[in-house]
């Protein structure tokens, strides 16, 4: 009968710390969730300059796919190299230029043709997509920036 109880109370113990232990969690997001910085723009209207975006540069010659997504006034770009091509600096220029002259209100562009970060973006975009808001991705979308920066 001891034994029972004793294992009720370690078993009752390790639920109740864990109960507490997700409260600190939910606090902490909550509170990463507030700072948000302010976006320009509804979330079609952004979702579709970043797919028109993906489509100019997957256009030019070497890059086999493209993702986009904008924050504010930066294009943040996510290449796929073609066999054999390397994601240079005058390939950047390129992408740039032509970032910049399709989309006026851009005037940073940042590239990588790293596949995690490729992949970050593109279940960024299926997630807008797929109705959620875009302001609930506007620290992971910072984190990008910096990452690629």
């Given amino acids: 009968m001891k034994k029972r109880l004793i294992c009720f109370s370690i078993v009752l113990l390790i639920l109740l710390s864990a109960c507490t232990t ?8 909550e509170e ?3 700072a948000v910085i302010p976006v320009g723009g509804t979330d079609n209207e952004i979702l579709e300059r970043s797919e028109n975006i993906s489509d100019v540069v997957v256009e030019l010659f070497g890059i086999d796919d493209a993702t986009t997504i904008i ?3 930066t294009a943040i770009v996510g290449v796929k190299m073609a066999y054999d091509q390397q994601l240079t ?19 940073n562009v940042l590239i990588t043709d790293k596949d995690k970060i490729f992949s970050e973006i593109s279940d960024i975009i299926f997630n807008l997509l797929q ?6 991705y506007v620290n992971q979308i910072s984190k990008i920036m910096n990452k690629i920066k």
């Fill in 131 to 136: 109705g959620k808001s875009y302001d609930n």
């Fill in 22 to 29: 997700n409260n600190q969690f939910d606090q902490s997001v």
């Fill in 89 to 107: 600096d005058e390939t950047k220029l390129v992408i740039e230029d032509k970032v910049l002259s399709f989309d006026k209100n851009i005037t």
């Fill in 32 to 34: 990463e969730q507030m």
């Fill in 71 to 73: 924050l504010n006034d």
